[in-house]
């Protein structure tokens, strides 16, 4: 389905194809929403992750515009984090895809993730 053709369906049917979609497809079609917020939280952490992997900064933090801050924790653990250490070079990527998202989902995050994420990311580097 092309981007015209899914910006002229009604919501309801946006987020019917929306799930029945590949992860790949799914970020497209959710910037071409008419409600990409609704279609973002619809998405458990796990879904969101995968929509997001494969994307470029740009895709990315347009994405993450969109997600809450239960699917932003759990993103920044997976891209963050190898086994048990903060590798600083993927958190200080995870601070540029959020604050190219939007400067306030980087402030909703730092200042509530745990402290000792932040003092380690910023200590690495």
């Known amino acids: 389905m092309n981007h015209e053709e899914f910006e002229g369906l009604n919501p309801e049917e946006q987020e019917r194809i929306f799930h029945q979609t ?73 601070i540029e895809i959020l604050k190219v998202a939007d400067e306030e989902r980087l402030l909703a995050w730092l200042v509530n993730v745990d402290y000792e994420t932040v003092v380690a990311g910023f200590k690495g580097l």
């Open 22 to 94: 590949s992860f790949k497809e799914k970020g497209d079609l959710l910037l071409h929403s008419h409600d990409p917020l609704r279609l973002a939280h619809s998405l458990s952490q796990e879904e969101l992750y995968l929509v997001t992997r494969e994307m470029d900064l740009e895709e990315r933090s347009e994405v993450i515009r969109y997600a809450n801050l239960p699917q932003l924790f759990f993103i920044a653990d997976i891209d963050c984090w190898k086994k048990d250490r903060l590798n600083p070079k993927r958190f200080l990527e995870w």
